[in-house]
């Protein structure tokens, strides 16, 4: 079975652009989750999506939004870039969400701001 | 709120040696523990977890015993290998959320040497 992959593996925007991360998580799971990686806030979740609906969201500003599509494929958009935004960003997909359940992590997409 | 302490390291240590890496949590329901480990370079890989109190997890000669009374969670390796070289996470989810959030603590890095 395939992994969670996300597109693009790495990106680079200068501030204020806009910028559209992409997550394809393992058939048949249908709840995908977002994670911030800094080196000065560690790990940090931002949002997750079932079945096409936002069950759960972080501590993060409204510039940070994410979509999932029927497929259970997932977008993530952050509007206004900020050099703060620089970050590693993580996708992980579980097969129902349920707080046992495992999370299979993607190899990230590392954003910079310039 | 919710929240995981480990020891940040980093440890160094020669091959064969006895890890250990301590985890503590705070949790105001009765969490999943897990265990992840991250590669350079790589998204996270699940090592290993326990879903209640006294549960031994256990993977590739990793184990960790779930703890309600001491609200511990310690990752333990009887001899560790070059290629246990990585940053170790360990990570709660609530049971009583609405939806599943990964709450990670700040990582260790261990650094194994020959």
């Known amino acids: 079975k395939a992994g969670v992959t996300q597109t693009p593996r790495y990106l680079i925007k200068t501030r204020g652009q806009q910028v559209t991360l992409s997550c394809s998580p393992i058939?048949?799971?249908?709840?995908v989750s977002w994670y911030q990686q800094t080196p000065g806030q560690g790990l940090q979740f931002l949002f997750e999506?079932?079945?096409?609906?936002?069950?759960n969201k972080g501590n993060f500003p409204g510039r940070f939004s994410g979509r999932q599509f029927s497929n259970s494929r997932s977008e993530m958009n952050v509007s206004t870039l900020e050099l703060g935004d620089s970050a590693l960003y993580l996708c992980?997909?579980?097969?129902?969400?349920?707080?046992?359940?495992?999370?299979?992590f993607g190899p990230g997409t590392r954003l910079t701001v310039l | 709120g919710n929240s995981v302490t480990q020891m940040e390291g980093p440890v160094t240590l020669s091959e064969e040696a006895f890890l250990t890496i301590n985890c503590t949590y705070t949790?105001?329901?009765?969490?999943?523990l897990f265990w992840y480990v991250q590669y350079p370079g790589e998204g996270l890989q699940l090592l290993l977890k326990?879903?209640?109190?006294?549960d031994k997890g256990s993977n590739k000669g990793f184990e960790a015993t779930y703890r309600k009374e001491t609200t511990s969670f310690h990752l333990e390796k009887g001899s560790v290998q070059v290629s246990d070289s990585a940053v170790y996470f360990c990570?709660?989810?609530?049971?009583?959320?609405?939806?599943?959030?990964?709450?990670f603590g700040k990582g260790t890095t261990l650094s194994v040497s020959s």
């Open positions: 992980a997909s579980s097969i129902r969400g349920g707080h046992t359940d495992t999370q299979y």
């Open positions: 058939s048949g799971h249908r709840s």
């Open positions: 999506y079932f079945s096409e609906t936002q069950r």
């Open positions: 949790a105001t329901g009765y969490p999943s």
């Open positions: 326990a879903t209640k109190a006294d």
């Open positions: 990570a709660l989810t609530e049971a009583n959320q609405a939806g599943t959030a990964l709450i």
